[in-house]
């Protein structure tokens, strides 16, 4: 559960956007939309690697 605090006489949207950005941190929304549909752990592991060598290739060519 959420909690955001609240001071004395602030306004409701900014308690909003606090919660908001909170949410979005905790990472359930996105947990929510992968386990939506299973996906093998071997693809899994493949998608990992590929995007470890895109980052890789990136840092190498910032060089």
Do not use: D
């Not at 909003?16 to 996906?39: A, N």
Request: glycine fraction near 4%; aromatic fraction near 6%.
């Amino acid at each position: 559960m959420l909690i955001v605090p609240l001071k004395e006489g602030e306004n409701i949207e900014r308690a909003l956007k606090k919660y908001k950005k909170k949410f979005e941190r905790t990472g359930i929304l996105k947990e929510l939309r992968s386990r939506q549909h299973f996906t093998k752990p071997s693809v899994e592991n493949r998608q990992m690697k590929l995007k470890a060598a895109y980052i890789e290739k990136l840092k190498r060519e910032e060089m």
